[in-house]
């Protein structure tokens, strides 16, 4: 339970909305909801700054259900990666008020909150192809779920420098950049050396055999002259977002 919400839950015992034995219950919540199928993690908020993500992969409806209605009874944001179609309509019947995004495969629900939400720090993702807008459109949604201001510029590989060189301007601002790439890998090689902020790198499966599904374009970027560029995993929007979005709050509270 964070500060803001231990202050409320006092003022409205304070004020008779709410009974001693109903705040004593909520502030005395374990930290893991044991569902048997999973242990959700309800104190990662406190110790992290976001609370659990939900991995949809290999998971029923039901599973992921009985996770996005735990996080929602504690009161916390639920974001969910990788949801399938089949996850995603059983979802959209029990939670219509949710955000579902079928390109990035997410489903996003934030707690309800009294105040309009704050944006702190501004990410921008790119991608090299059109092909590798899912992976990308992964992470342009997590970062805008932990807080962050978003801008997705799409189709701006090496292969046409120019088309990046166009939006330099939109981009070089940003406190941390996400560049998602496939095929040879070489574009965040390229942003790291024209901007001042990190750039978090995710290498996608996109492109022809000799790729190795993602192997190839992980290599180069690990291999980056660049020395602001950092690589996760391959096809992990996920990934990529969140490191950029946590790079970026800090730098816009420090700023």
Known sequence: MTADEMRMLLEQVYAGQLSV?????????????????????????????????????????????????????????????????EQAAHLALLFPQAEQDRLARTFWLPAPSTTPRQ???????????????????????????????????????????????????????????????????ALPSVVGGLVDCPVIAVPTSIGYGAAFSGLAPLLTMLNACSANVVVVNIDSGFKGGYVAALIARRAARSS
């Open 21 to 85: 034995e109903t705040a004593l219950r909520r502030i005395q919540e374990p930290p893991v909801a044991d569902l048997g199928f999973a242990q959700v993690d309800l104190h990662r908020r406190q110790r992290c700054g976001f609370p659990e993500v939900i991995f949809c992969e290999g998971k029923t409806p039901q599973w992921v259900e009985g996770v996005v209605r735990q996080l929602i009874e504690a009161n916390q944001d639920c974001l969910a990666t990788r949801v399938n179609a």
């Open 119 to 185: 944006t702190t720090g501004r990410v921008v993702v790119l991608t090299a192809g059109t092909s590798d807008l899912p992976v990308a459109q992964e992470a342009a949604v997590t970062a805008r779920a932990l807080g962050c201001e978003v801008k997705l510029l799409a189709d701006v590989g090496v292969a046409g420098i120019h088309r990046l060189l166009r939006h330099r301007e939109q981009f070089s601002s940003a406190d941390a950049i996400v560049v998602v790439a496939g095929m040879d890998g």
